[in-house]
Protein backbone atom coordinates (compact mmCIF):
# COMPACT_ATOMS: atom_id res chain seq x y z
CA UNK A 1 0.00 0.00 0.00
CA UNK A 2 0.93 3.38 -0.87
CA UNK A 3 0.64 6.28 1.85
CA UNK A 4 0.65 9.95 1.82
CA UNK A 5 0.79 11.88 4.16
CA UNK A 6 -0.21 15.75 3.75
CA UNK A 7 -1.79 19.00 6.16
CA UNK A 8 1.77 20.21 7.88
CA UNK A 9 2.89 23.83 7.54
CA UNK A 10 3.98 26.45 9.67
CA UNK A 11 1.90 27.37 13.19
CA UNK A 12 2.57 29.57 16.02
CA UNK A 13 2.52 28.09 19.28
CA UNK A 14 -0.51 27.45 20.79
CA UNK A 15 -2.02 26.19 17.72
CA UNK A 16 -3.06 23.60 16.20
CA UNK A 17 -3.24 21.53 12.26
CA UNK A 18 -4.65 18.29 11.17
CA UNK A 19 -2.30 15.72 9.13
CA UNK A 20 -3.83 13.26 6.79
CA UNK A 21 -2.49 9.80 5.51
CA UNK A 22 -4.46 8.66 2.82
CA UNK A 23 -3.48 5.00 1.07
CA UNK A 24 -3.73 4.35 -2.60
CA UNK A 25 -3.24 1.19 -4.40
CA UNK A 26 -5.02 -0.77 -1.85
CA UNK A 27 -7.01 -0.30 0.88
CA UNK A 28 -5.08 -0.24 4.57
CA UNK A 29 -8.10 -0.72 6.20
CA UNK A 30 -6.76 -4.51 7.89
CA UNK A 31 -3.46 -2.42 9.09
CA UNK A 32 -2.76 -0.49 12.39
CA UNK A 33 -1.79 3.07 11.29
CA UNK A 34 1.04 5.16 13.22
CA UNK A 35 2.58 8.63 13.36
CA UNK A 36 6.37 9.08 13.47
CA UNK A 37 7.85 12.36 13.50
CA UNK A 38 11.90 13.08 12.91
CA UNK A 39 13.48 16.33 14.03
CA UNK A 40 16.80 17.48 12.26
CA UNK A 41 19.82 15.71 13.85
CA UNK A 42 17.81 13.08 15.86
CA UNK A 43 16.08 10.00 15.95
CA UNK A 44 12.52 8.89 14.24
CA UNK A 45 10.37 8.91 17.27
CA UNK A 46 6.63 6.97 18.12
CA UNK A 47 3.70 9.66 18.41
CA UNK A 48 0.65 8.05 17.70
CA UNK A 49 -0.95 4.89 16.41
CA UNK A 50 -4.58 3.51 15.65
CA UNK A 51 -5.63 -0.36 15.14
CA UNK A 52 -7.30 -1.63 12.78
CA UNK A 53 -10.55 -0.44 13.52
CA UNK A 54 -10.34 2.38 15.25
CA UNK A 55 -10.99 1.16 18.19
CA UNK A 56 -7.33 1.46 20.19
CA UNK A 57 -5.09 4.35 20.52
CA UNK A 58 -1.59 4.59 21.65
CA UNK A 59 0.11 7.87 21.97
CA UNK A 60 3.62 9.16 22.98
CA UNK A 61 3.83 10.81 26.61
CA UNK A 62 5.28 13.73 24.67
CA UNK A 63 1.84 14.11 22.94
CA UNK A 64 -1.15 12.63 25.14
CA UNK A 65 -3.82 15.02 25.83
CA UNK A 66 -2.51 17.45 23.15
CA UNK A 67 -2.64 14.98 19.52
CA UNK A 68 -5.74 12.77 19.08
CA UNK A 69 -5.60 10.22 15.78
CA UNK A 70 -8.83 8.75 14.35
CA UNK A 71 -9.37 6.66 11.29
CA UNK A 72 -11.78 6.99 8.10
CA UNK A 73 -12.10 3.25 6.62
CA UNK A 74 -14.64 4.03 4.15
CA UNK A 75 -12.00 7.02 2.82
CA UNK A 76 -8.74 5.06 3.57
CA UNK A 77 -7.43 8.12 5.89
CA UNK A 78 -6.20 8.43 9.07
CA UNK A 79 -5.75 11.94 10.63
CA UNK A 80 -3.78 12.68 13.48
CA UNK A 81 -5.20 16.31 14.90
CA UNK A 82 -2.65 18.28 16.98
CA UNK A 83 -4.01 21.19 19.33
CA UNK A 84 -1.41 23.22 21.63
CA UNK A 85 1.02 22.90 19.25
CA UNK A 86 5.08 23.88 20.92
CA UNK A 87 8.13 24.54 19.29
CA UNK A 88 9.45 21.01 20.35
CA UNK A 89 7.01 19.32 18.34
CA UNK A 90 8.41 20.70 14.91
CA UNK A 91 9.60 17.56 13.08
CA UNK A 92 9.29 16.21 10.03
CA UNK A 93 5.71 13.99 10.65
CA UNK A 94 5.33 10.30 8.89
CA UNK A 95 2.74 7.92 8.63
CA UNK A 96 3.13 4.44 8.23
CA UNK A 97 1.14 0.89 7.69
CA UNK A 98 1.96 -2.10 9.97
CA UNK A 99 0.57 -5.21 9.41
CA UNK A 100 0.52 -6.08 13.14
CA UNK A 101 -1.26 -5.71 16.23
CA UNK A 102 0.96 -5.33 19.17
CA UNK A 103 4.66 -2.78 19.38
CA UNK A 104 2.51 0.52 17.98
CA UNK A 105 5.98 2.60 18.99
CA UNK A 106 8.30 0.38 17.13
CA UNK A 107 8.68 1.67 13.80
CA UNK A 108 10.49 -1.39 12.64
CA UNK A 109 7.57 -3.04 12.43
CA UNK A 110 5.86 -0.78 9.56
CA UNK A 111 6.45 -2.06 6.15
CA UNK A 112 4.84 1.01 4.32
CA UNK A 113 5.25 4.54 4.58
CA UNK A 114 4.25 7.88 3.78
CA UNK A 115 6.75 11.01 2.32
CA UNK A 116 6.42 12.74 4.90
CA UNK A 117 5.32 16.54 6.06
CA UNK A 118 7.05 18.93 7.87
CA UNK A 119 5.52 20.63 10.89
CA UNK A 120 7.37 23.86 12.31
CA UNK A 121 6.03 25.63 14.78
CA UNK A 122 7.27 29.02 16.04
CA UNK A 123 7.63 30.41 19.26
Known amino acids: ?68 ISRDNAKDTVYLQMNSLKPEDTAVYYCAASPYYSHYYDWRRYTSWGQGTLVTVSS
Open 1 to 68: VQLQAYGGGLVQAGGSLRLSCAASGRTFSGNSVGWFRQAPGKERDFVAAVNWSGGSTYYADSVKDRFT
